[in-house]
């Protein structure tokens, strides 16, 4: 059945159940309570999917998004089981939002007062393919629409205790004051990003020029025209749609719809590498790391040289590294991954820093500029995963080959000039991760203050009538990032079916076999040093430590 298929039917079923039942309009609707949630943006849209299924209740209305397209936050206006009106107001601020501000009460910025009226722009969703919502629009400058208020609860890409020093957000440094509950769940991989003229150049300089996996073109001067929904035809090419750019995918599931854009150099065959080694100096400031191309040699000579006479060679030879702002998780993960950063002795000490940067903009009004008009910055900040993803393919609309990093939930589409690449040869995939051979995780917490108590929650937010309904609800959302089976649904969703393979979560459980079963998909590795344990005796989690076996065991 074709996507569209599913969605009308998702739709009507709806439709059926809930009768003639209205949205509420949070203008026009007395809302019973608030879940203020900060965090993570690498599992945003999974928890979007998450709370949409689980929290909101279709048979007692209809289902709506907001959306704030600046940042992106997120609210999600619904009626639950129990028949009461909620909004769940999600900052994607990243996962620094979710530690500090929840543990000090410290407000954060919100997509508050959301109205029909305001956020005109309506279409039809479905989360897993199967729960019908519409996603309304509210555009970028309406500001009033936004408001502060302190979270109740909190995601983060790894555990809080991280989010200190160099890794902090704006809020400062994560001080655990309130005695928070904060629980372990699945795991989630990271990986390293290239534009898409730079990752041609990686595979010019990786395979042979004859190799069906090179970008380089036939000599065939045979033209050839491609429809619509063919693959796309590399820039610069000769009008034949070559091997490499036939269609290929590593993925298993995923509708032709959703897989339109994979071809078979995007497959992990054909997936180019970068060691660990070099991945670092990449991140690392230009004094101490790469400063240009022309720095990385291949078959005799440079990879600017390389790829000078096609359509994907650098304008410009310069280093361009789009990064997280600081008190992302994304950006902590990758950065204790690949710089250990803060992983010596002290909160400050130990590894490399990632140089700062000015925030990422393509307007050139920006002082400085961002990335515009054949100019861009050495080091450009994003506050969210998919500001870095355009952050990233902004510098090859420029003419430079840049650098980022991110979770696997991104562009498996392959939506936006971005790929993922190996590193030490190996590709981001659940069947690496469980294998032992892709080391670059994070194990994602979900916490709230005062060891978790409904009373701890704000009247402002959950009025008391409201406590044991918002627990409920929370912790249903923390049971769907832990239980196997939880996971297992997680994963079957497409936005996992990238073209060299599926990722995805894999959940804290015992596990059976290194050999990867997406009918239980457990974690062999975790971080945490079974030598520290907590009050339980649970082997506390260290994103600095490992990983390593569920035996102790290093698999690095």
């Known amino acids: 059945m074709s996507q569209q298929n599913k969605l009308a039917l998702a739709i009507a079923a709806a439709c059926c159940v809930a009768g003639n039942v209205q949205a509420f309009d949070p203008a026009a609707t007395v809302v019973d309570y608030r879940m203020v949630i900060g965090g993570a943006t690498a599992p945003t849209t999974t928890i979007r999917d998450v709370v949409i299924r689980d929290v909101c209740d279709v048979t007692q209305g209809p289902i709506t998004q907001f ?9 999600i206006a619904c009626t ?40 005109t722009t309506a279409t039809a969703q479905t989360a897993f393919a199967t ?54 769940v699945a795991g989630l991989g990271f990986g390293f990003l290239v534009n898409a003229n730079l990752y041609k150049a990686l595979q010019v300089a990786q395979f042979a020029d004859t190799a069906a996996c090179s970008p ?6 045979t033209t050839r025209t491609s429809s619509a929904t063919a693959p796309v035809i590399n820039p610069g090419a000769n009008g034949i749609k070559d091997a490499y750019e036939a269609f290929g995918t590593n993925s298993t599931g995923g509708s032709a719809t959703f897989t339109r854009k994979h071809a078979l150099g995007d497959t992990e065959a054909c997936m180019p590498t970068l060691s660990r080694s070099q991945a670092e100096t990449l ?80 307007s050139l009004s920006a002082t400085p500029p961002g990335c515009g008009s054949t100019v861009c910055d050495l080091v450009l900040e994003n506050v969210s995963s998919g500001n870095l993803l355009a952050c990233v393919a902004d510098t090859q609309s420029e003419g430079f080959w840049g650098v980022g990093y991110a979770s ?33 995780f994070g194990e994602l917490t979900m916490q709230s203050r005062s060891g978790g108590v409904a009373t701890a929650y704000q009247v402002s937010n959950v009025p008391v009538a409201e406590r044991a309904e918002a627990k409920l609800r929370w912790d249903r959302i923390v049971q769907e990032l832990t239980t196997v089976g939880n996971v297992q649904a997680l994963n079957a969703d497409n936005r996992f079916r990238h073209p ?33 344990v907590d009050a339980a005796l649970v082997p506390v989690q260290n994103t600095c430590f490992g990983p390593v076996t569920t035996q102790g065991i290093s698999v690095e």
């Open 67 to 75: 959306l704030w397209q600046a940042t992106p936050h997120y609210t």
């Open 80 to 119: 639950t089981a129990a028949n009461k009106k909620v909004l769940v107001m999600k900052n994607d601020g990243g996962s620094g939002a979710g530690t500090t501000p929840v543990d000090e009460l410290i407000a954060i910025e919100v997509l508050q007062s959301p109205t029909f009226a305001a956020c």
């Open 131 to 184: 729960t019908a919502y519409t996603r309304r629009t509210c555009g970028s400058t309406n500001t009033a629409l936004l408001g502060l208020r302190a979270p109740d609860f909190g995601i983060s890409d790894i555990e809080p205790s991280k989010f200190v020093g160099a890794l902090a957000p704006a809020e400062g440094d994560f001080r655990n004051l309130s005695g928070m509950q904060i629980n372990s």
């Open 216 to 221: 380089v073109p036939t000599t065939d001067t």
């Open 283 to 362: 991140l690392m400031s230009n004094d101490t790391g790469v400063l240009d191309w022309t720095e990385l040699k291949a078959k005799g000579s440079d990879l600017v040289a390389l790829s000078s006479t096609f359509n994907w060679a650098a304008g410009d030879a310069t280093k361009i590294l789009c990064r997280r702002t600081s008190g992302s998780g994304t950006h902590a993960q990758n950065s204790i991954y690949f710089l250990r950063t803060q992983c010596g002795g002290g909160a400050s000490s130990g590894g490399q820093v990632m140089p700062t940067g000015t925030q990422h903009s393509t």
């Open 408 to 440: 696997v939930e991104s562009n498996a589409t392959l939506d936006a000039d971005v790929r993922f690449v190996k590193i030490d040869g190996v590709a981001p995939t659940l069947v690496n991760m469980v294998n032992g051979t892709y080391p670059n």
């Open 500 to 532: 060299f393979g599926n990722a995805g979560f894999l959940a804290r459980a015992v596990p059976t076999s290194f050999t990867y079963n997406p009918a239980s998909p457990i974690a062999t590795q975790v971080h945490a040093d079974p030598a520290v």
